[in-house]
Each structure stands twice: as structure tokens, then as C-alpha cells.
């Protein structure tokens, strides 16, 4: 087994969340903005994915991210422009890269020209030679040490110049990170003429040496032109994984003494020890290595009283404290499956405690006044480590909102139109498992709007509107649901011809008269298509057929809303996770079902006079000068009831997606609980208008209703009497419902 693969493991599960932040930066970039942030952080992916991939010897990878890296150093330096030419060479350069780290990742072998005709493009662009110099070779990984012609080994300082002072001390966590002093060091030479002193005192013995440790400090006096400031940016990569001093000398003659204050090495590897300065012109990182290794052997006496001590940020002159506590939050990664479990046990809790109030609940508080306080005060304590452990696994929509920019630059090309999409929301935080569900519904839904909403540009410039199409993808947190919703500028739906499709499947009857509504809700239907020609994106009847399956898979709904010539938006509403929710327990004859809390509006016992009989058969309830249908569970799920509930009707009103409310008529509302939701289909079989299963205290099984699938059973006119009636289902174990 490969000793490195826990590591790998991290490296990876890095580049995926770098190659993320990346492609936004770079679509940024595309977008027009200018700020100079953007292309520091797209830099700093970079350098990360290519530090880690010298660590692990991914030469393809890191040689190419090096030229990548090179481009974006030399935009930000203002040598190169951000142009629409050059940006789109990035993205291009991205998704190589990408793919790249996937080969690595799953250990195979990409052909040695995989990516050539770009790297060439990339090199052309950074003015640096193929094959050259500037290429990594075997014996230089990381590529940074032989960067650049000759002649800038050395550059030329003008009158101006000021003399720098730099202590440096790496910790060990610099190298876990996969950096290299070398690296800084040939940056600090592009300042100026640059003096180094190594401190070798603190290297050990061959035999006693660490892999992994920090043994090693730097003095460096630079002569340069440029700014402490700019001094300071060059180890801004590393700044939390070292100590570092930078003064200018003879900026201030209080500091300007012999008196200076001495590294301290808390982890191993400082000290000071002048050594040997290397000729002009050398490359003094070399020298200085070679240096450390006569210094091993000697095993010289430490000198720490010469080297300067690198000042914390509490210690700083500029009084930088605040900034310095100011620090991110610490994290671990944990393996998603432990995450799970932990899930689980406190599911199982959660039905634990409420058995446990079930049968605690008949006694008297003059009884067990201490045992009934003891109960209830579990039962909160249990709601908030739920919401903790769920929040765990809670995660920005970010990580899916990202891919569809590339989706629809793509389909903007084989298409030919001309498209932006505008993103908000995305830092919206769904639980991991919603999150991974959301890729194939959004991708389904992007790409209708790209091939049926938006207009090509000549089309747009006759309605009037600009050749740029616009998609908005959002996410807000509403009702203790998240709503995604995909909006498009375009055409809308032509109702006209998506009746006439309809008619031509036999999907409905040509005397049909639907609603605007019911025929927006038409092209949800599988095999529904209203392309004119089959083509690598549309035409086959497969798609939004698919974002249906899943969403309703999630417990939640679509809504469709389009405005014929000017706009079409399709809002989905899920849980925020799939594994808790609040429900109402409701009590139709002697079954008992779940009413996510999340849809219920109202409830209300009506009059005769408010309940109106429809010619179809159907009721309908009047309310607030409104009327609202009336759906019988106890008909649609062929529920026994006694005789004397037959005139007691209780209605219980729910929000539908796209139908608004609706009356569900009940027998009692037996009160409210937290309930662990579990899956139906995995344990049994899809079962319409249900959205799962849940134990409830009396350890009997209740049913999770899901309102949209009860309202199309009602509308259909059947009802699934024996896979809806817990009691006479087919015997489940208790652990599969659990």
C-alpha cells in the first residue's frame, strides 16, 4: 500500500476545492472585472496544486501548472493583459489542468504531448521557451530555482535603491503545505542584489534527522528599490507557516543597532550562523544548500545572538494586533462516512427520545415533576445536537453553482448564441447529500434554457433586446426549505406548441382545454420534446423528465412560471436535508401520516356552508373569498373510519409547487414532532405521495406524505390503498426503517 495515500488523499480533495475557486476567479476575469485580487487568488491556486504535485512527483502536472503559473505571475505584475483572447486561454489552460489532476488522481498515464498545442500557446503568451530553461525537469521538480533568462539573476538597481533587512524561519508546516524556500528565494532575487546568510546550527545528526522538520533559517540583505511592502507580498503564500522580519536598514536609527534580537526556533530549525556570501551571479540558494551539508558534518557551535528574531503580529511595530487575532477558524477534514454514522446515532436518538416521551407522557406532573422537567429538557438538548451534527454536513451550493458557468460558456459556442450567467445566492448552505443530488437537475435545466429560452442574437436585436442572453441561477433559504431557481431573458414557452406536441404523444386530447399552468407542466412529462431537430443537446425526450425523478427522489418540487416572448423561471424547493424534519403527525382513521411542517399553511374545521360541491364530484372549500379543493385522505388511501368521524372533517391546508393550496381532510391532528426521515424506495419500493418513512414513539411506522404527489393522485383520480396504508404494507424490518 502506498505509505503516501492518506496524503494524497488531502492533496486531492485540495485541488478539487482550488480547481473550484479558480475557474471562478478566471470567469471573473471574463467577465471584465479588474481587480487585482482576482489575480493573486487564481495565482495562488496555481501554486498550490502545482507545490503538491512536486511533492508527490506528478512531473506532467506540476510542469504545466508551472507555465500556468507563469502567465497569471506576469498578469498580475501588469506584463500581460487580462484581453478576452488571453482570459479565454486561462479557462482553456483551467480545463487542461483539471484533467491533469484527475490522471494523477486516479494513477494513470496521459500521452507526454497531452495538452502540448495549449502549453505551447501558454508559453508563447509568457514570452518563455519550450522545452527550455523555464521547462521543470527531473532533477528540478518544482521548477522555480532555474527560472528565467541569465541576464535576471542579477537585475540592475537603480540610484534609488534602499538596503533591505529579511530574517526568515520556516516552520515545518511550510513544507507540509509543499512550498520551497528555494522558491522564495529566486523571487527575492528579481528585487535586486541579494546577500544570503544560512543558519545550519540546529541540523542534526544524519541518524537523528526528520523528514519533515525545520532546520534551516535565512538572513538575507537585499539591495532594491522596492518597498518593505513588496518585500513582504513575496512570502505572503507562507506568511502563517513561517517567521519572518523585514526592515528597511536605516529607516529608523533606533532599530538600526547591533542589538538585534534573535530568532527564536520553537519549532526545529533556527538559529544564525554567517556563512560563506556566494559570488555575484550565483545562485545562492545552491550555494547555501551545499553550505548546510558542510555544516552537518562540522557540527558547529550555535551563534544564535546574531540573527534578527522575526516579530509575531502582536509584536509588531505597526501594532497589527488586531489583525493577528483576527484569525480563520481552525478545521479538520473528516471522512464523510464517519459524518454519517455520526448522522445516524443521532437519528436513532432522536426516535429514542421521543419513545420515551411517549411513554412518560400519561404521568402526572405532581407525580414526576423532576422526571417530566428531566424529559423535556433532553428532548431540547436533542434538538440542538441534531442541528449541530446537521450543520456538519452542510456545505455551500458553490461547489454545483461553479460548473454550470463552464456549461453554459459551452453551450454558448455549439449553439452559437451569445449568453452570461449571473449567479446569486451561492453561498446558500444545503446539507452534502441535497448538494450532490443538485448537478443533473441544474445541468437539465441550463441547458433548456440555453437551447429553448434564449433567442440567437439576431433574433434578440428583432425583439428588441440585447444579442447577450441572460440565466440566473439562485438559491435562497425560504419557509426552512432552499428554492434553486433557473430564470432565462428568452422566449418563453410557446404554450401553442407545446399543446400541440402534447396532442401529437397522446399525451392529452385534442378537446383538451388545460390551464397556462398545466401546459407549462407539460414539458415535465417523460419523453416530452418540443425540439425541431435531434441534436448533441436537445430532441431525444430526455431531460426534463430526469430533474422531475430527482427532485421528487428529494422530497421536493418544481415550479414553472414563463411569460410568452420575455421569460421562463423554474424554482425548485427542497429540504435543507434529507435525513430530519419537523412534522405534524396527523391521524386519518386508524393510520397515522407525517405533514412536513415546512407545508402546512393553516388548519381549519369548517362549516356545511363553506364546502362546495363540484359537478365532477369533487369539493372545493371556500375560504377568503377564495376557493382551495378538498382532498380526502381516508378516500384516496382507503382508510377505514368510523361513522361518527364521517361528518367531523378537519382540514389541514398545504402549499403545492406549482397548484397552490390545497385542503387535506383529516381526522385529527395528533400533534407535532421531529421525525428521522428514511428512504422508502431503498427499503420497499417508489410510492406516490409519499416521500418516506419514520418510526414514530409508540415504535409504530408512519408514512411522510409528499403534498404534490398527494395532489396528483387526487387529480388522477387513483390512489395506491395498499402501498399507503402502513398497516397492511409488506412486513418491513425494524432496522430498515430505523
Known amino acids: 500500500m502506498d505509505d503516501l495515500a492518506e496524503f494524497k488523499q488531502t492533496y486531492f480533495q485540495e485541488c478539487e476545492e482550488l480547481l473550484v475557486d479558480l475557474e471562478g476567479q478566471l470567469t471573473a476575469l471574463q467577465d471584465g472585472e479588474t481587480d487585482d485580487e482576482i489575480l493573486h487568488a487564481a495565482f495562488r491556486a496555481i501554486h498550490s496544486i502545482k507545490g503538491g504535485a512536486g511533492a508527490f512527483g506528478f512531473a506532467q502536472l506540476v510542469g504545466f501548472a508551472h507555465v500556468f503559473e507563469t502567465v497569471l505571475d506576469q498578469m498580475r505584475e501588469h506584463q500581460l493583459e487580462t484581453s478576452t483572447a488571453n482570459v479565454a486561454l486561462l479557462i482553456r489552460a483551467g480545463d487542461i489542468l483539471s484533467d491533469l489532476v484527475s490522471a494523477a488522481q486516479q494513477d494513470e498515464t496521459l500521452a507526454d504531448d497531452f495538452g502540448q498545442d ?314 452534502k447529500t441535497v448538494i450532490e443530488e443538485l448537478s443533473d437537475p441544474l445541468t437539465h435545466m441550463i441547458r433548456n434554457s440555453m437551447d429553448h429560452g434564449l433567442e440567437t442574437p439576431s433574433e434578440r436585436e428583432q425583439a428588441g433586446k440585447p444579442a447577450e442572453g441572460t440565466i440566473q441561477l439562485s438559491a435562497e433559504h425560504r419557509n426552512g426549505k432552499i428554492v434553486i431557481a433557473v430564470s432565462d431573458d428568452g422566449r418563453g414557452i410557446n404554450r401553442e406548441k407545446v399543446l400541440k406536441k402534447a396532442i401529437e404523444k397522446g399525451l392529452t386530447t385534442p378537446d383538451a382545454r388545460p390551464s397556462d399552468d398545466e401546459i407549462d407542466n407539460m414539458i415535465l412529462l417523460p419523453g416530452f420534446s418540443t425540439a425541431d431537430q435531434v441534436s448533441n443537446v436537445s430532441g431525444r425526450g430526455v431531460g426534463m423528465d430526469v430533474v422531475v425523478r430527482k427532485i421528487q427522489n428529494m422530497g421536493g418540487r418544481i415550479g414553472i412560471t414563463s411569460v410568452p416572448g420575455q421569460s421562463s423561471r423554474f424554482s425548485l424547493t427542497l429540504p435543507l436535508t434529507l435525513a430530519v424534519l419537523d412534522g405534524m403527525i396527523i391521524r386519518v382513521g386508524s393510520e397515522f401520516y407525517i405533514i412536513p411542517i415546512t407545508s402546512i399553511v393553516e388548519t381549519q374545521r369548517p362549516d356545511d356552508e363553506t364546502i362546495h360541491q363540484l359537478a365532477s364530484g369533487g369539493e372545493v372549500l371556500a375560504i377568503r373569498g377564495g376557493f382551495i379543493k378538498l382532498v380526502h385522505l381516508a378516500r384516496l388511501f382507503g382508510c377505514q373510519r368510523p361513522a361518527s368521524e364521517e361528518d367531523d372533517q378537519l382540514v389541514v391546508v398545504v402549499e403545492t409547487g406549482a397548484s397552490g393550496p390545497i385542503g387535506l381532510v383529516v381526522d385529527e391532528l395528533v400533534g407535532q414532532q421531529q421525525v428521522v426521515i428514511k428512504s422508502l424506495e431503498s427499503n420497499y419500493r417508489r410510492v406516490q405521495g409519499v416521500a418516506g418513512a419514520t418510526i414514530l414513539g409508540n415504535g409504530m411506522v408512519a408514512l411522510i406524505l409528499d403534498v404534490d404527489g398527494v395532489h396528483s393522485m387526487s387529480q388522477q383520480g387513483n390512489g395506491s390503498m395498499i402501498a399507503t396504508r402502513p398497516t397492511e404494507m409488506i412486513e418491513m424490518p425494524q432496522d430498515a426503517v430505523a
Open 118 to 431: 495549449l502549453l505551447e500557446s501558454l508559453h508563447e503568451l509568457a514570452g518563455t521557451e519550450a522545452g527550455g530553461d523555464d521547462d521543470d525537469d527531473d532533477d528540478d521538480p518544482f521548477g522555480d530555482v532555474n527560472d528565467g533568462p541569465a541576464e535576471e539573476a542579477e537585475p540592475s538597481v537603480s540610484a534609488a535603491a534602499r538596503d533591505i533587512k529579511i530574517a526568515f524561519a520556516p516552520t515545518p508546516q511550510l513544507f507540509h503545505r509543499a512550498n520551497d524556500p528555494l522558491i522564495l528565494i529566486r523571487e527575492l532575487k528579481k528585487f535586486g542584489s541579494l546577500e544570503t546568510e544560512v543558519d545550519s546550527t540546529r541540523l542534526p545528526t544524519l541518524e537523528d534527522i526528520e523528514a519533515d522538520g525545520a532546520y534551516l533559517t535565512w538572513r538575507f540583505t537585499l539591495h532594491t528599490p522596492a518597498s518593505v511592502d513588496d518585500i513582504r507580498d513575496v512570502f505572503e503564500f507562507v506568511i502563517d507557516d513561517c517567521q519572518l522580519e523585514v526592515e528597511e536598514i536605516g529607516a529608523d536609527p533606533s532599530t538600526d543597532t547591533d542589538s538585534e534580537k534573535a530568532a527564536p526556533v520553537q519549532e526545529p530549525g533556527a538559529g544564525a550562523k554567517s556563512g560563506e556570501r556566494p559570488e555575484d551571479k550565483t545562485d545562492e540558494s545552491e550555494a547555501n544548500t551545499a553550505s548546510a551539508e558542510n555544516d552537518a558534518r562540522t557540527k558547529p557551535e550555535r551563534k544564535a545572538d546574531k540573527a534578527p528574531r522575526p516579530q509575531t503580529p502582536a509584536e509588531s511595530p505597526s501594532g497589527n494586533k488586531a489583525a493577528a487575532d483576527k484569525k480563520p477558524p481552525a478545521s479538520i477534514r473528516v471522512d464523510l462516512d464517519r459524518i454519517d454514522r455520526l448522522v445516524n446515532m443521532v437519528g436513532e436518538l432522536v426516535i429514542t427520545q421521543a419513545m420515551l416521551s411517549e411513554q412518560i407522557g400519561q404521568l402526572t406532573v405532581e407525580d414526576q415533576a423532576g422526571l417530566l422537567h428531566g424529559v423535556e429538557t433532553l428532548e431540547l438538548q436533542m434538538r440542538e445536537l441534531q442541528e449541530s451534527v446537521m450543520s456538519i454536513r452542510a456545505q455551500p451550493v458553490k461547489s454545483v453553482f461553479s460548473r454550470m458557468t463552464r456549461l453554459v460558456r459551452e453551450l454558448s459556442c455549439s449553439l452559437d448564441k451569445k449568453a452570461k450567467l449571473v449567479i446569486t445566492g451561492e453561498t446558500t448552505e444545503v446539507d
